[in-house]
């Protein structure tokens, strides 16, 4: 297991390295490429990964990297690190803040460490397994709302379900207090500070999800499919984020029913 302080350093470094191509390129790229996926993806996204890439590969040089934009970096190591260098490109390019940088660790299918950097916020959440959950040093807790009809909701974009899955997501919603569309990664980070109860959505990759996992974890949550499994590299790209045991239940339920 790596030593928390030499992890939280790492992590803080990344997201100092990472603003430093990421913020210049704020609300000033032209050019968009569209990958096979139909999903965009611009110069900002390939430096930043580059950059993570390199920084993993000097501090940790036996481990696995697994990106978003290149092949996977395969050592045959229990440690393998998952990146999304821009999460919410879409948001990136039509200029919206809530884009962020996306870092996980994990050994085996285990979560070691997340990281959801958010550049033009200045707002950085970092959860270790063991040690908590952060934002900008300070440790943050999840709600304690013990109804649905007293929750928050949260999801990306209706385009993420098929038309079941919206219906199922439709029937959590209609009981919610309030809910909330848009928001990409910040969702779950919010999420993880105390201001969103629940978040729901679908057809998200593992580079998507990993860097969240240990983060709502650490600051009290929990994050399943829609079935209610641990989530894994493996899984379908459904996910259930709910900030604690009780509401989390009540989700499945609705779900399930």
């Given at each position: 297991m790596i030593e928390f302080n030499k992890l939280n350093d790492f992590l803080n470094l990344l997201v100092l390295e990472n603003r430093k191509i990421i913020?210049?390129?704020f609300r000033k790229i032209t050019d968009v490429e569209t990958k096979t996926d139909l999903?965009?993806?611009t110069e900002a996204d390939k430096s930043t990964e580059k950059n993570i890439r390199s920084l993993i590969h000097k501090n940790f040089p036996d481990d696995e990297i697994r990106g978003e934009e290149f092949p996977d970096k395969i050592t045959g190591s229990n440690y393998n690190w998952i990146i999304d260098p821009i999460d919410g490109t879409r948001s990136f390019i039509t200029g919206k803040p809530t884009f962020g940088t996306l870092v996980g660790l994990y050994d085996r299918?285990?979560?070691i460490a997340?990281?959801?950097?958010i550049p033009v916020?200045?707002?950085?959440y970092i959860g270790v397994k063991g040690y908590g959950a952060y934002l900008n040093g300070?440790?943050?807790k999840t709600k304690n709302t013990r109804s649905i009809h007293s929750a928050s909701i949260a999801c990306t974009s209706p385009n993420m379900f098929n038309e079941k899955q919206l219906k199922l997501f439709k029937n959590v919603e209609n009981k919610c207090i309030n809910s909330v569309w848009g928001g990409d990664c910040h969702n779950f980070a919010l999420l993880s500070a105390g201001f969103i109860d629940i978040v729901i959505e679908h057809n998200l990759s593992?580079?998507?999800?990993?860097?969240?996992i240990p983060i709502i974890e650490e600051a009290g949550g929990l994050v399943t499919d829609w079935k209610g499994v641990k989530i894994d590299s493996e899984s379908d790209g459904g996910i259930i984020a709910s900030s604690n045991k009780c509401l989390h239940k009540e989700v499945l339920d609705i779900i399930g029913n």
């Open positions: 913020l210049p390129l999903s965009p993806v299918n285990k979560p997340g990281l959801i950097d916020l200045e707002e950085t300070n440790i943050i593992w580079h998507d999800i990993a860097a969240t």
